[in-house]
Antibody
Framework: EVQLVESGGGLVKPGGSLRLSCAAS????????MTWVRQAPGKGLEWLSS????????YYADSVKGRFTISRDSAENSLYLQMNSLRDDDTAVYYC?????????????WGQGTLVTVSS | QLVLTQSPSASASLGASVKLTCTLS???????VAWHQQQPEKGPRYLMK???????YKGDGIPDRFSGSSSGAERHLTISRLQSEDEADYYC?????????FGGGTKLTVL
């Protein structure tokens, strides 16, 4: 059974940093691309970043490019999102997601999400 | 630019069928999409991948009441025999050119 468990969310001040983690299990982690998606309160889903199964290629939405960094550790079966220079509009539930292939594509499994609140 | 367009809302009666539509932007009409369901206060759930030829591949445990079809730039999600738990937001998703895109979502109300 595929399981994705996010952690690391919380309250942070504007301009601060936070690192999200996602522990993956139930599949061969290195075979699949992984993705971060967020959802601001009352809003729709917003793609943030994807990383290929090998970790060779990474992709970012313009809204987070230069501020967020995606990474993965196949030894730990974990996905990460380093978030710097956080702004009020980064407040959202952040979801870790498994893609259906080894390169960026469609999400076929979702984590339960972790809430990030950016506020002074 | 790769864009997905969804109607903001839809409604149908308990036990009836409903067809939700996701429209691909010009120049991207042969792209596949995925459909996701988000019930109130829950995380999203993958429903299916839907190709341009209408073939679709459902996620684990997705009932037969959910099906997909394609016509030109449109990708459809049909839900038959509507149940109360089908009341949810439905999002389509596509990918290409180093980006991933979600539609704005359709809020389905079951009457």
């Amino acid at each position: 059974e595929v399981q994705l468990v996010e952690s690391g969310g919380g309250l942070v001040k504007p301009g601060g940093s936070l690192r999200l983690s996602c522990a993956a299990s139930g599949f061969t982690f290195s075979d699949y691309s992984m993705t971060w998606v967020r959802q601001a309160p009352g809003k729709g889903l917003e793609w943030l970043s994807s990383i290929t199964g090998s970790g060779t290629y990474v992709y970012y939405a313009d809204s987070v490019k230069g501020r967020f960094t995606i990474s993965r550790d196949s030894a730990e079966n974990s996905l990460y999102l380093q978030m710097n220079s956080l702004r009020d509009d980064d407040t959202a539930v952040y979801y870790c997601a498994k893609d259906g292939t080894g390169t960026y594509s469609y999400v076929d499994y979702w984590g339960q999400g972790t809430l990030v609140t950016v506020s002074s | 630019q790769l864009v997905l367009t969804q109607s903001p809302s839809a409604s149908a009666s308990l036990g009836a069928s409903v067809k939700l539509t996701c429209t691909l932007s010009s120049g991207h009409t042969n792209y596949a999409v995925a459909w996701h369901q988000q019930q109130p206060e829950k995380g999203p759930r993958y429903l299916m991948k839907l190709n341009s030829d209408g073939s679709h591949y459902k996620g684990d445990g997705i009932p037969d009441r959910f099906s997909g079809s394609s016509s030109g730039a449109e990708r459809h999600l049909t839900i038959s025999r509507l149940q109360s738990e089908d009341e949810a937001d439905y999002y389509c998703q596509t990918w290409g050119a180093d980006t991933v895109v979600f539609g704005g979502g359709t809020k389905l109300t079951v009457l």
